[in-house]
């Protein structure tokens, strides 16, 4: 592999993704098989996901994952749904080196399992649950800096075939989304301050304007109310940093649904660009 692989940020929204894929999940069907095109299959997944956290990072170096039903409320068809993949002790362990080199306390345990932030998108990235994943539980109340350092002790591991996936949300204000109920309409014209904080965030990627994305609380329009708690946006920031500061965010993937949930989809670092131009190249053309 001559450029490292690209990190990504995905959305997921919420489970229900799972059961209605639409365009964020139409686009994470296509990602895979482009990835592998471009770069050759990954040899292992990373996944940093806003539903696994603690209170220092922590590496899951379980030998097997199982999908997470941590969820309430939504169709039960949800927990007949499946994804076991083989875990990776060796790269836990290298990942627990790379993150103490850097100066990070973290830790290990011998457990696993995929919450459902990771296994939904997995499902549609990589259906097949033939990949080893090992799951970073990392610590939400660290600022966006902070888990962009994160990342960037991971960086290493792009060049050695390994996909890092953050999953989150880039707009996530559910109690707006469900405020009439569990089923809302996805096909609710887009909030224009929702549109407006995704226009942010793209453009201030383009110009890797890292000290305004670093301080999106306070320089971001309407971000208090796109993310009223901010665990859904912060693994885009470890994202970010395994792809590396100087290379530009690219957003690679642009919806919303149900009026007020961003979908984007981003790629990070020297391959990002090559990702994009094979993912246009599979996107359905109109009738």
């Known amino acids: 592999m001559n450029t490292p692989l690209p990190s990504l940020f995905v959305s997921h929204g919420s489970p229900m993704i799972a059961l209605e894929p639409g365009e ?3 686009f994470m069907q296509r990602l895979g098989p482009a990835i592998d095109a471009t770069f050759g299959r990954p040899k ?3 996944t940093v996901s806003a539903h696994t ?4 990072p922590v590496v899951l170096a379980a030998l097997r994952h199982e999908a997470i039903y941590d969820f309430g409320g939504f169709d039960p068809k949800l927990r007949t749904l499946r994804y076991d993949a083989p875990g990776d002790p060796a790269l836990a362990a290298r990942m627990l080196k790379l993150l103490h080199a850097a100066g990070i306390d973290a830790q290990s345990v011998d457990q696993g399992g995929l ?3 990771a296994w939904t998108a997995l499902r549609f990235i ?4 033939d990949i080893p994943v090992v799951p970073l539980a990392f610590v939400p109340d660290e600022s966006p800096a902070a888990q962009f350092r994160l990342g960037e002790a991971l960086r290493p591991l792009t060049g050695e075939g390994v996909l890092v996936v953050g999953s989150g949300s880039i707009t996530h204000n559910l109690r707006r989304v469900f405020a009439n109920g569990l089923r809302p309409r996805e096909d609710q014209p887009e909030a224009a301050d929702n549109a407006a904080f995704r226009h942010w965030i793209a453009e201030r990627g383009k110009a890797r304007d890292w000290d305004a994305l670093f301080a999106y609380r306070t320089k971001a329009p309407h971000a208090v109310e796109m993310h009223p708690t901010d665990e859904h946006l912060l693994p885009w920031y470890v994202a970010a940093g395994a792809g590396g500061r100087e290379a530009v965010p690219l957003r690679i993937h642009d919806s919303a649904t149900m009026g007020s949930l961003g979908m984007d989809a ?3 670092g020297p391959g990002a660009g ?3 131009d094979a ?6 053309q109109p009738a």
Do not use: K, S
Request: glycine share 6%.
């Open 115 to 117: 919450d459902h932030g």
């Open 274 to 276: 090559e990702l994009a």
């Open 24 to 26: 964020a999940g139409a």
């Open 53 to 56: 956290a603690a209170r220092v």
């Open 44 to 46: 292992a997944i990373v």
């Open 126 to 129: 990589y259906p097949d649950a």
């Open 279 to 284: 993912i246009a190249q599979t996107e359905p």
């Open 266 to 268: 981003y790629a990070f």
